[in-house]
């Protein structure tokens, strides 16, 4: 599924990263908590989060994440916006709350991170 | 830094109770690592686990040092901090134990994933603590598959 067929399910915002919108995401993982995401995530995985400080940002590029979508309206700061442009991470936030973002996307057949066999 | 034909080292200081720029040694060790052409793969465990103990130190102790090497046949991160030190090391690393605060917490840390985690994705790791002292992580990460450390 394209990174732009994801915001328009989502009625998404792009915050950055316009020109990555035709990338191809494979898988979805979502999580406030960045212990947990650095735990379970595999790269390649898209970001789901209402966790919106700088850590969010730092985590995503330490998972190789292909992208971040912020929930209930979250956005970064501008610091965190910055670093997100510099590692060329695509953000997008939508206003849905985390359990309807992920059912709109998995029901839209985008699988999560524990359905996905990937070796690292 | 110290090079060596053979080795890599470099040393970081860690500063406490910061949390905007919590992270930042280990995008500085991310960086190198893929300068000197580690496997991305390696890279991602090493940087994982040194992101968790960078915000453990950032969480729990007062300052800290880092020690990088790299040799051929390995990355080795010691990580030595002055703090608090941990009394009960095995309730310390069991999943969901954690003493983090609110404010820990709401910075998306202290879930009681950290350590457990840094052993998930370490391929050797050692910690000892003093109480009242502070607390030395080794994480290792072999370069060389047929090393059996």
Sequence with gaps: ?120 | MKDSENELSKHYTIASADFSRAGQVSTQIKELLQEIGITSSIIRRAVIATYEAEMNVVMYAEEAELFLTVNPEKIHIRIEDKGQGITDINLAMQEGFSTATDEMREMGFGAGMGLPNIKRNADKFNISSIPGKGTSVDIIFCLNQRENY
Excluded: W
């Excluded at chain 1, 950055?16 to 406030?32: N, P, R, T, V, W």
């Design chain 1, 1 to 120: 599924m394209k990174l732009q067929e994801i915001k328009d399910l989502l009625k998404a915002e792009v915050i950055c990263g316009e020109d990555h919108l035709d990338i191809e995401i494979e898988f979805a993982g979502g999580s406030d908590l960045m212990s947990d995401v650095l735990a379970f995530s595999k790269p390649g995985i898209l970001l789901l989060t209402g966790l919106s400080n700088v850590q969010s940002v730092r985590t995503a590029d330490f998972i190789e994440a292909k992208g971040i979508i912020y929930v209930r309206g979250k956005m970064p700061d501008a610091n965190g916006i910055e670093m997100a442009k510099t590692l060329g991470i695509p953000i997008l936030s939508t206003k849905h709350m985390m359990y309807k973002t992920c059912g709109i996307l998995y029901g839209s057949g985008l699988p999560g991170v524990s359905d996905i066999e990937k070796t690292e």
